[in-house]
């Protein structure tokens, strides 16, 4: 199993344009969150799903959005990138009961 | 206002040294999760408690979960440069919730 795979692993982005970050678990999880984490920080929650075609928003959703058509992809996107949004993402999703798994994480730059 | 308050927040300390690192709120919690995340990667799971008083041991780590289920300890005994990294405690305030993050505690262990 891959776990939770993440794509890309960095990119930079001018102020303005726009990009989704993919995720994907081969776990049958139906749990998935994405969290953002800034230098020396703890993680933030943005957005979460609880199945296919159910998400919710986390603390920090404001400038992003996220879909879930299928079990296994969560993608999270960014319609007009600004410099607060440099971050490292975290892809996340558990089973019911158990730890949650986190992907490698996305380094994305706004200049 | 933090919800998880983590102390202390950096800590480097010699090899073969114990320290504890704390995790405290003023909420309970039904479950308490700890975390290590090494640069350029998502945090790992290293234990989950979820009753009051209960203590985890997981070789020379050992975790404890208050009486009152709103806080929690890591120790760690005779540490070694392998144990360096980011510590993160993280709450669930009722089962299947989302979880809450700590700040992390940036451990460093010099040989």
């Known amino acids: 199993n891959a776990g939770v795979t993440q794509t890309p692993k960095f990119r930079i982005l001018k102020i303005g344009q726009s990009m989704t970050l993919q995720c994907t678990q081969d776990?049958?999880?139906?749990?998935m969150y994405w969290y953002r984490q800034d230098p020396g920080m703890g993680l933030k929650l943005i957005y979460y799903?609880?199945?296919?075609?159910?998400?919710d928003k986390g603390e920090v959703p404001n400038g992003y959005n996220v879909s879930r058509s299928t079990t296994e992809d969560f993608p999270l996107r960014l319609e007009l990138a600004a410099p607060s949004q440099t971050s490292v993402y975290f892809c996340?999703?558990?089973?019911?009961?158990?730890?949650?798994?986190f992907g490698s994480g996305t380094r994305l730059t706004v200049v | 206002t933090q919800l998880l308050e983590q102390s202390p927040q950096f800590l480097s300390i010699q090899e073969g040294e114990n320290l504890t690192v704390y995790c405290n709120s003023s909420?309970?919690?039904?479950?308490l999760q700890w975390y290590r995340q090494e640069p350029g990667e998502g945090p790992v799971l290293l234990v989950t408690?979820?009753?009051?008083?209960e203590v985890k041991k997981l070789k020379r780590l050992t975790f404890q979960f208050g009486d009152a289920r709103k806080d929690s300890s890591l120790h760690i005994t005779a540490a070694q440069p392998g144990d360096t990294g980011l510590y993160l405690c993280?709450?669930?305030?009722?089962?299947?919730?989302?979880?809450?993050f700590g700040e992390g505690t940036q451990l460093t262990v010099n040989p």
């Open positions: 799903s609880v199945g296919a075609g159910i998400t």
């Open positions: 909420s309970v919690f039904s479950s």
């Open positions: 996340a999703s558990k089973h019911s009961n158990y730890g949650y798994t």
């Open positions: 408690v979820v009753t009051g008083g």
């Open positions: 993280a709450g669930e305030r009722t089962s299947g919730s989302r979880l809450t």
């Open positions: 776990m049958n999880h139906n749990y």
